[in-house]
């Protein structure tokens, strides 16, 4: 049976990825600190007082570089410990040393691009690149399917996702489209496809593009790994969590 098997929150939009082992869903928004920052970049003049498209920021699909860095967030001291495998760790506090992360990040920021201004925190809504707060579901054999495709041991990390389902048939979640699905005591409306970026043709490892992810969803005649969810309700999700399709 279908089960949950991995989760992924992504505090600062395209810096850094975490996994965690249970975690708190509210209805109607994002998982708890996920995309709750965002970099704004030099032409971007983006707040966070609203929801803003992806183009405002510093991101993977423009900077592959930033696919490397890991995060661990300390929730009780509202720090954020940073690694990346060409970078010294750093450690900060995202509401008033954002500052410290501009700089830390200035020479993973291709030349040809506008270049990181300033960390903000979201006020309304969490910066995912949808309008409305999405989690994304993912599944882990159509990952492995399309690995297999091109030939390459690919990590999962490529695709950002909140959610990893085990144990379905490949590309079943495409057919979610409209229905609900329930993992654990957490009931979620399957919206719409996610499109993929150029962000996932960069190694989560090292930074650099080496994969053609685009070209291999391409091939099956669109852009689209996993789906966007929202909430139905508020619950808790934990790994090993059981998923089934309600309608």
Request: charged fraction near 25%; aromatic fraction near 6%; hydrophobic fraction near 35%.
């Amino acid at each position: 049976m279908a089960y949950l098997s991995e989760i992924w929150r992504y505090p600062i939009k395209s810096h850094g990825r975490e996994s965690v082992s249970e975690v708190k869903v509210t209805a109607g928004a994002a998982l708890p600190h996920d995309r709750l920052w965002a970099v704004t970049h030099e032409d971007s003049t983006a707040d966070g007082s609203e929801w803003v498209a992806c183009h405002n920021f510093s991101r993977g699909a423009k900077a592959p570089s930033l696919m490397a860095i890991a995060t661990h967030f300390d929730e009780k001291k509202n720090t954020l410990t940073m690694s990346h495998p060409n970078k010294e760790e750093i450690t900060f506090c995202p509401d008033t040393e954002g500052e410290k992360l501009v700089q830390w990040t200035k020479d993973l920021i291709p030349g040809d691009r506008s270049g990181s201004a300033k960390l903000i925190r979201a006020r309304s809504a969490a910066m995912t690149d949808t309008d409305y707060p999405s989690i994304t579901i993912c599944s882990s054999t159509s990952h492995q399917a399309l690995a297999s495709e091109m030939g390459l041991d690919l990590s999962k990390n490529r695709w950002r996702g909140n959610l990893w389902i085990d144990d379905l048939d490949p590309w079943t979640e495409m057919d979610w489209i409209g229905k609900i699905v329930q993992i654990g005591n957490v009931q979620f409306d399957i919206v719409e496809p996610v499109q993929r970026c150029m962000a996932t043709t960069a190694n989560p490892e090292t930074g650099i593009r080496d994969a053609d992810t685009l070209g291999a969803l391409q091939a099956h005649g669109h852009q689209n790994f996993s789906v966007y969810a929202v909430a139905r309700n508020n619950g808790n999700l934990s790994l090993g969590d059981k998923l089934t399709v309600i309608d």
